[in-house]
């Protein structure tokens, strides 16, 4: 298990666990982030990652991709 931020682009993973209180993990299921689901990573710059999840695209800076742990 580790961090979603040092994915690599292309990559697919199942998400096992996500970190924060309880609004940063609510804004993350908003998202679409929830665990046991899947998340690819389309790609990373500084950082900051392009996510395909559930069918969409999502960009989160690097701060929330080290909550969600895969």
Known sequence: MFPLVIA?????????????NEEVKRH??????TVGGTVTVVNSL???LILKV???????NEDMAR???V
């Open 46 to 48: 500084s950082g900051n």
């Open 67 to 69: 909550r969600i742990m």
């Open 28 to 33: 993350l299921e908003n998202l679409g982030f």
């Open 8 to 20: 690599k682009p292309g990559e697919e993973h199942i998400i096992k666990k996500i970190g924060g």
């Open 54 to 60: 559930k069918e969409s695209r999502v960009a989160i």
